[in-house]
């Protein structure tokens, strides 16, 4: 499921927004203001953000280049080519104009999604809801962080990087020892176990699949 964070302070517009997207199957994250928007952001990345421009307190214009490496669709009153054409240049990845129809915004969503990928860096795995950025180590599902030990998340990054392949556990426990030394033979089952549990908590998915006599590989259907 994807999530769509909205940032706006028109609670008409917000909820109208909220219950098209909802029927859509996307999950809905809310902010009615630039400050409350970044706190937000801080807490996980959503796949897109629909922000407004004439916000309280941080305007849109100044919460767009906080917003990083997370396509951010502009929809405004404001109909001023030169406002659209500085914004999209500022990072923005679409300017939709108030009032607007509500099956174009789904689509330009949907190929902002698309294409979304392209705008993760390098240093950011994603695997279905699971999002790990290597840069800050956090972990996210569906935009909750999960908190992960340093052996938890060496395992997780590891699977991440490679997530059509079965790891065998000798190489596994080879190839996570630049990110800790806290795994050994007997321990590694214990320690997929604990990340599997954590994991599951969040939407009762189960991510990580034991190949019989192999290793390990992410769980590609999730039902």
């Given at each position: 499921m994807k999530n769509i964070l909205i940032i706006d302070d028109d609670l008409y517009i917000g909820n109208m927004l909220e219950e098209v997207l909802e029927k859509e199957g996307y999950r809905v994250l809310r902010a009615y203001s630039?400050?409350?928007?970044?706190?937000?952001?801080?807490?996980?990345?959503?796949?897109?953000?629909?922000?407004?421009?004439?916000?309280?307190?941080?305007?849109?214009?100044?919460?767009l280049p906080k917003i990083k490496e997370?396509?951010?669709?502009?929809?405004?009153?404001?109909t001023n080519l030169d406002d659209?054409?500085?914004?999209?240049?500022?990072?923005?990845?679409?300017?939709?104009?108030?009032?607007?129809h509500k099956k174009e915004l789904l689509a330009r969503i949907a190929v902002q999604l698309r294409n979304g990928k392209t705008l993760l860096s390098a240093s950011i795995f994603r695997f279905d809801e699971i999002m790990l950025d290597m840069d800050s180590?956090?972990?996210?599902?569906?935009?909750?962080?999960v908190k992960l030990?340093?052996?938890?998340?060496?395992?997780?990054?590891?699977?991440?990087?490679n997530p059509t392949q079965v790891i065998p556990k000798s190489q596994m426990i080879d190839r996570i020892s630049e990110d800790t030394l806290d795994c050994t033979e007997s321990s590694l089952k214990m320690?997929?176990?604990?990340l599997r549990k954590k994991l599951r908590e969040v939407n009762g998915k189960d991510y990580i699949e034991a190949v019989w006599g192999i290793g390990f590989k992410l769980r590609g259907d999730n039902g």
């Open positions: 630039g400050t409350e928007a970044l706190f937000v952001l801080s807490e996980g990345k959503p796949d897109l953000v629909l922000l407004d421009l004439m916000l309280p307190g941080l305007k849109g214009e100044e919460v997370i396509p951010v669709i502009v929809v405004s009153a404001k659209k054409v500085k914004l999209l240049l500022e990072g923005a990845a679409d300017y939709v104009t108030k009032p607007f180590h956090m972990v996210t599902v569906e935009g909750n962080e030990t340093p052996t938890e998340y060496a395992i997780l990054k590891l699977l991440m990087g320690h997929i176990s604990n």
